[in-house]
């Protein structure tokens, strides 16, 4: 089996990164229209935040890139919270336990609380218990992190857990993608492959993400690549948990019942994850420069035109 792939040319993905705005669109008619109004007008941060009662940070790319804090970001987060602004980082990280994500940015000088980190696998739990997969047994795309601290009722219904032998005793009724990273040549692909050669069976995304930009400007392949992947060849259908659907999102409002979709700003550098998923969800947008797109930094609004995808307000980064 071949190991975890990286993308040099992400154009390639760009059928994949469609998809995504196209099944958002035919459940909303008005969506289609609104993703190509977006004024893209070019700003620095610190003018948008007196304008929202709620902002929403993506997580990678636009706080920190691996292990380094953007540019300007601490101070940023640092200037809402003296000013007391209500903000989340919403991010698609199934990978790790939200206490990970808060740890790691703590430690790079973030002033967030615990309680302000919403990830896409904190979500599984309450999608899965309004879903028709509820209660019934699965297979686990991701880590042991995925499995100790998102993966419902593990004991009973996770069929392979990453600590333990395959359960042989109960057939799935879907696979849960969290991460890749132990997926790929690994023990994970053997028994997810040879169950989906028996037949298709429903993909729940909880991270939709498709590429990370890696070293050398690679562009690394996560859970939603795996899963358009696994789609394609067995015919498999996909629901998405994380960004740019709605279950993530409705799990983070749960803390501002009371902020109307108007007032809320989504800040990301995802125009195919973050953007989509705010502007779907009837939020204002802001693409910030400082992850995916700063190589389109010079021509990044015929970019946004290109994927029809245009964001209310262009950033260099939160810092700016």
């Excluded at 994949?16 to 941060?45: P, T, W």
């Excluded at 590429?211 to 996560?222: F, H, K, R």
Aim: glycine share 8%.
């Amino acid at each position: 089996m071949d190991k975890k792939p990286k993308i040099t040319d992400p154009t390639v993905l760009t059928s994949n990164m469609q998809r995504y705005r196209e099944k958002l669109c035919s459940a909303n008619i008005f969506l289609d229209k609104l993703l190509k109004s977006g004024v893209m007008k070019r700003v620095g941060f610190s003018q948008l935040i007196d304008n929202f009662d709620l902002i929403l940070f993506d997580a990678y790319g636009v706080l920190n890139s691996g292990a380094y804090p953007i540019k300007g970001a601490v101070a940023a987060i640092n200037s809402c919270v003296e000013g007391g602004k209500n903000f989340l980082v919403v991010s698609n990280n199934a990978s790790e336990k939200s206490l990970g994500v808060w740890q790691r940015l703590d430690k790079l000088g973030f002033n967030i609380k615990h309680e302000q980190i919403i990830t896409s696998g904190m979500a599984i739990r309450s999608y899965l218990a309004d879903s028709p997969f509820k209660g019934k047994p699965y297979l686990l795309v991701g880590t042991q992190d995925s499995a100790n601290d998102y993966c419902v009722d593990r004991d009973n219904l996770l069929l392979n857990p990453p600590d333990g032998p395959l359960k042989t005793d109960g057939k799935p009724a879907y696979i849960l993608l969290c991460s890749n990273r132990d997926y790929y040549g690994k023990e994970q692909q053997k028994v997810v492959e040879t169950q989906l050669a028996m037949g298709p069976l429903p993909l729940l995304v909880a991270n939709p993400d498709i590429i990370v930009q890696g070293n050398n400007s690679e562009s690394v392949v996560v859970a939603g690549y795996t899963a358009y992947e696994l789609a394609n060849r067995y015919n498999c259908p996909t629901m998405g948990i994380g960004k740019p659907f709605n279950p993530v999102y409705q799990l983070a409002l749960r803390q501002y019942p009371d902020i109307p979709a108007k007032r809320i700003l989504m800040v990301g550098d995802s125009l195919t994850t973050d953007i989509l998923g705010g502007a779907a969800m009837g939020f204002a947008t802001c693409l910030t420069l400082s992850g995916i797109h700063g190589k389109d930094r010079d021509n990044i609004e015929a970019v946004c035109k290109s994927w029809t995808i245009q964001p209310d307000y262009i950033i260099n980064g939160i810092g700016s």
